[in-house]
Structure formats: structure tokens, C-alpha cells
């Protein structure tokens, strides 16, 4: 799980290069330069860590850390950012609830050392709720009554106690990660680590010494050796995501790691053995990749021995209220407050395609509870919905919906296929004939529409 954290400084060169040193260290970073600004995206996400300056022009820290205190408590947690004057008034500020302070010209370390223990309490508080509750949300989500999905537990079942690859495709939010957890689970391999590592959180030559770890002084920068991913995963499962955005050159390496099953660090003249199982998960058409020539073929037959596609939520209607009902409960818990959600609201909730998927669901309810008191309307959802795109969704909620050329031709596609796929029972061929296009392009299209 990503852990989000918002830096607010008026210093912008502060702001860029904190940023982008947490965004290597794999945490997912919003930099600000006004406390306004920063205030106005709390109203519209939830950030459970806050960085900010002590000394500011528009609004000091002291006061900014008042009203973040006042209004979330201790859901989120504030670290003072202050230069060598200004200890003293740091250490006032931890007495009004701020969480530690980091003085600007320290090793940045301490600040990554405070990060990590803010970030512990957070999982920890997680943890706690679902020892209440008696379910995660891994365990949610995983729960279903739609055939497409029990059909996917079932090729699991069969799958889980082998080694081969799994690559599991979907639409953004569609929780591959939790299945490939749960194929983890199951799987022989259960009491040895799963390792997750996602390709679009480190820049390309982070990404490689990510994966494959590297030997004091291989580059600048390595003061000590560092083992990677794949080591960490030996014995277990190494989950990359976004596999589609996987560098061709890193593509070559981590095949003959496969191939091999031996790994190499950067800096390294000499081999480890090493023994894991691949799962890899991507929201692109790799096939069009392929043949775009962005990802490789034989790269590709070894990460696919076996595909599962996840259906997109708003063909998971039978288990949404489920969804809802888990999130609305996890906030309520969380930040120790009670809506109710009149027919309305919960309709809207219902009826809602959600693009984002699940990803979507949970971070509507999230701001639902951020925003609103008490009794939740209809105009509440509305508006929590609208802070993404007001008037898409403004049309969605009169049921007057303008679509983009685009959007019209994918639903229309979607719609096209479902029926031809019933009408031939499945049959690719009778389909292939019917509409003109190749064997190849109908699989694709039946692929992409999760129809199978």
C-alpha cells in the first residue's frame, strides 16, 4: 500500500527536491507552496502524513498544524519543518500534537527515520481496525458472488501450488494486487515473502537498481550494497506491476533472470542463485504493445503462462453494496464518525460506473467522511464526486450523460461484443465472421471487454 504524504513550504526548491527524493524511497508525494492550497486538497484527500514549514508568509506552521489537529485529530500526523532559529518553537509545536520536527539542514535520513515511524502507527492503526472488524479489506474484496470472478477463483485454485508466471490484467483499480496476494496465499510458497515493486513509481535507472540491487560504489550514490527485489523475493512471489511500462533493456535482464534463475547486482561480477515465483500485473495491452514494438515477445510468453483478467467494477454490481458498506464502516471507524446515508445518496453510490474501479469507490466514501456531517444527501455524493470531474458527473447524476467520441465508441464496442459473444455462445469464429474482423482482433476485443 502506498503510504501519501503532502509537503507544504513556501521554498519551492524545498518542495522539489523533498518530493522527489520521497518519490524514489516509493512513497506518493503532492509538494505545495501554500498552506491555502494545501488546506483547499485536504478538503478534497485524505493524507495521513503532513509535512510543513514553521515559518511561512500566508500562514505560520503553528497555526496550520491547529487547524489540520482540530479537523482530523489524530488520523493525520504532522511533521514541523524548521531551520536552526527555530528549534525551540519546533519542539513547542510537538506539545500541540505535531507528530516530530526535521531541521532543513540535517541528513535527510532522519527525515526518511521519522517518515517510516509515522508511517508504522498509520499500518498499525490499519491493523487495529481490522482486528475489530474481523476482516481486512483484502478479505472484502475478495469476497463475490459474481460468476466472472468465481470463475477466476477457480482457475486460482488450480494454479496457486504451481510455479508457473501469472500475469493478471485490468483495469486501473480493479485490485490486482489483492489477487495476486491471495494466488501468494494459497500457494505453496505462502510463508515466504511477497515482494511488490511497481514499475511507474521509479524512474527507469532507480527501477533497475530497484529490482536487481547493486554493490558498494556500482554508481554514484551506492555507499553500501544493497540487495533488490528479486533477492528479497527468493524462496517467495516478486509482484511487479504495471509490468506493461517495464523498460525493454530491464525486460532482457529480468528474462534471463528467469531463463536462468540466477540474478546479478549492478556492480556485481558474479551470480546468485536464486528461486521465486513471477506475478505481474498491467492495465495496457501488451499485444498492441508488441506489435507497436514497446515490449517484447518472449518476454511476454514468459510472464503469461497463465492470464487472469479481472472484470472492471461496474460489472461487479452483486458485490458493490458489499464494497460500499465495508468502506463507509473502515472510514466511520477511522475518523470516528457516524454518516447516515439517506436512499439517495446510496442509490448514486450504486448506480455510479466508477472508472477508477474500487480504487475510485474507496477514495469517494474516504472524501464522503472528509467532507460531510452527519446525514448524507444525494447533492453530499454529488459533490464529492464532482471535485474529479464536476460536469461529467453532474450529467452522469441527471441521468443526461455527454460522453466523449471516444467513451460512446467503447461502450457501444462493449455492448457490440457482449452481444455477438451470446449470440455465438462464445464462439471467436462465428464472431470473427459476423463482424468483419480477424480471429486475433476479436480475441483482443473479447479480452479487453472481460467477456470470457
Request: glycine residues 6%; charged residues 30%; hydrophobic residues 40%.
Amino acid at each position: 500500500m502506498e503510504f501519501k504524504v503532502l509537503i507544504v513550504d513556501d521554498e519551492k526548491e524545498f518542495v522539489e527536491v523533498y518530493t522527489l527524493l520521497l518519490k524514489q524511497k516509493g512513497y506518493k508525494v503532492k509538494g505545495v507552496t501554500s498552506p491555502i492550497e494545501a488546506i483547499d486538497i485536504l478538503n478534497d484527500e485524505y493524507y495521513p502524513l503532513i509535512m510543513v514549514d514553521l515559518v511561512m508568509p500566508e500562514m505560520d506552521g503553528i497555526e496550520f498544524l491547529k487547524k489540520v489537529k482540530s479537523r482530523f485529530g489524530n488520523s493525520v500526523e504532522v511533521i514541523i519543518v524548521t531551520g536552526f532559529g527555530t528549534i525551540e518553537n519546533a519542539v513547542n509545536a510537538i506539545k500541540l500534537g505535531a507528530f516530530s520536527y526535521y531541521i532543513k539542514s540535517s541528513n535527510p535520513e532522519s527525515l526518511i527515520y521519522e517518515i517510516e515511524k509515522a508511517k508504522k502507527i498509520f499500518e498499525l492503526k490499519e491493523e487495529n481496525f481490522t482486528l475489530k472488524s474481523g476482516l481486512s479489506e483484502d478479505d472484502v474484496l475478495l469476497k463475490t458472488t459474481d460468476p466472472k470472478m468465481i470463475e477466476i477463483y477457480n482457475i486460482i485454485d488450480k494454479v496457486a501450488n504451481s510455479d508457473c508466471s501469472v500475469l493478471i490484467t485490468g483495469e486501473s483499480g480493479t485490485g490486482k494486487e489483492v489477487i495476486a496476494k491471495y494466488i501468494h496465499k494459497k500457494s505453496k510458497r505462502s510463508i515466504m515473502p511477497f515482494v511488490p515493486i511497481n514499475c511507474k513509481a521509479y524512474p527507469v535507472t532507480l527501477l533497475e537498481s530497484e529490482l536487481f540491487g547493486y554493490e558498494k560504489g556500482a554508481f554514484t550514490g551506492a555507499l553500501a550494497c544493497k540487495e533488490g527485489k528479486i533477492e528479497e523475493a527468493n524462496g517467495g512471489t516478486l509482484f511487479i506491476d504495471e509490468i506493461g511500462e517495464l523498460d525493454q533493456e530491464i525486460q532482457v535482464k529480468l528474462l534471463r533472470v528467469i531463463e536462468t534463475k540466477t540474478v546479478e547486482r549492478l556492480g556485481a561480477n558474479k551470480k546468485k542463485e536464486i528461486d521465486f515465483r513471477l506475478i505481474s500485473a498491467t492495465n495496457r495491452d501488451l499485444e498492441k504493445a508488441i506489435e507497436e514494438g514497446n515490449f517484447r515477445l518472449d518476454f511476454y510468453y514468459r510472464i503469461n503462462t497463465v492470464s487472469i483478467s479481472l472484470p472492471p467494477l461496474r460489472e461487479r454490481k452483486k458485490d458493490l453494496p458489499n464494497f460500499i458498506n465495508f468502506f463507509i464502516e473502515k472510514f466511520s471507524k477511522k475518523m470516528n464518525k457516524f454518516l447516515d446515508f439517506n436512499n439517495d445518496a446510496f442509490d448514486l453510490l450504486m448506480n455510479y460506473e466508477y472508472p477508477g474501479n474500487i480504487r475510485e469507490l474507496k477514495n469517494i466514501i474516504e472524501r464522503i467522511f472528509v467532507l460531510c456531517e452527519e446525514n448524507v444527501s444525494k447533492d453530499d455524493v454529488l459533490r464529492c464526486f464532482q471535485s474529479k470531474n464536476q460536469n461529467k458527473i453532474k450529467d452522469f447524476a441527471e441521468k443526461k450523460e455527454i460522453l466523449t467520441f471516444e467513451e460512446a465508441k467503447e461502450n457501444f464496442e462493449r455492448e457490440y461484443f457482449k452481444r455477438l459473444y451470446e449470440y455465438t455462445k462464445g464462439n471467436l469464429n462465428a464472431i470473427s465472421k459476423l463482424s468483419g474482423l480477424s480471429r486475433r482482433q476479436v480475441f483482443n476485443k473479447v479480452k479487453k471487454f472481460s467477456l470470457k
